[in-house]
């Protein structure tokens, strides 16, 4: 299911079954799976733990995961499972701590979800939002030992209007932590923006409907990142 926005009346189902979904992307060749669980990041707590055991079953890409993370016994519970690396967002908000114990403890296995509209963290599945900054929250975590920040921004998310590169370098050049943009990526044109030089600091991208839409062509964009490691622009 795809949201638009982050509005859950704006959803779309592309396909029933996650797992048959997950095994898709394998064969494509991407390297990592990017899961949200939507119904948790609303709920606070994990509601599709059949879905994804599934699709951990199915596949052996890595697999990253993000919705309703918010204690310790949720990311140990998911990493024993098989889960390589969890998102949390809200929780990185309200209990900072929380982040920095979860990833003293699973060094390599914890990113911080940071979800921005104008500028602003968003939380509670995008239904809030804070007064802190993307880079303010950003900074919290600098000496915390996050693998990675995923970057979305809300307005762009699900609407294929392309990234917010310049938000998110400016996220990027602000932390030493890598940043992985997500939210409107939305055709070969963004893959080829992302391995520009000036965008070097950005660590990777998620895409979304742009995929499940047939707007962009795995093969195609896998051999531009290809190419662009061969050279060594990236």
Request: charged share 25%; with cysteine; aromatic share 4%.
């Amino acid at each position: 299911m795809r949201l638009v926005q982050g509005d859950m009346d704006k959803a779309t189902v592309f396909n029933d079954d996650p797992a048959d979904q997950a095994a898709r992307f394998a064969e494509q060749g991407f390297e990592w799976l990017h899961v949200v669980d939507l119904d948790g990041a609303f709920a606070g707590r994990p509601m599709n733990a059949a879905a994804v055991d599934a699709i951990l079953a199915r596949v052996s890409l890595p697999v990253q995961l993000g919705g309703g993370i918010r204690d310790l016994r949720t990311v140990e519970a998911w990493l024993e499972k098989g889960v390589r690396r969890v998102i949390i967002g809200t929780a990185a908000v309200r209990d900072p701590d929380f982040v920095r114990e979860a990833a003293r403890r699973h060094p390599g296995a914890v990113a911080v979800g940071i979800d921005a509209r104008d500028g602003r963290v968003a939380m509670e599945g995008w239904a809030q939002t804070s007064e802190m900054t993307a880079e303010e929250l950003g900074r919290r975590f600098e000496d915390a030992g996050v693998a990675a920040i995923i970057y979305t921004d809300i307005a762009r998310d699900g609407i294929l209007t392309g990234l917010n590169i310049e938000a998110t370098l400016r996220l990027a050049e602000a932390v030493s932590i890598p940043v992985i943009a997500s939210g409107g990526l939305a055709s070969i044109e963004d893959v080829r923006r992302l391995l520009a030089p000036d965008c070097a600091k950005i660590a990777g991208a998620i895409s979304g409907r742009a995929l499940y839409d047939g707007r962009l062509d795995p093969a195609e964009a896998q051999a531009l990142i290809r190419a662009a490691r061969a050279s060594g622009a990236v």
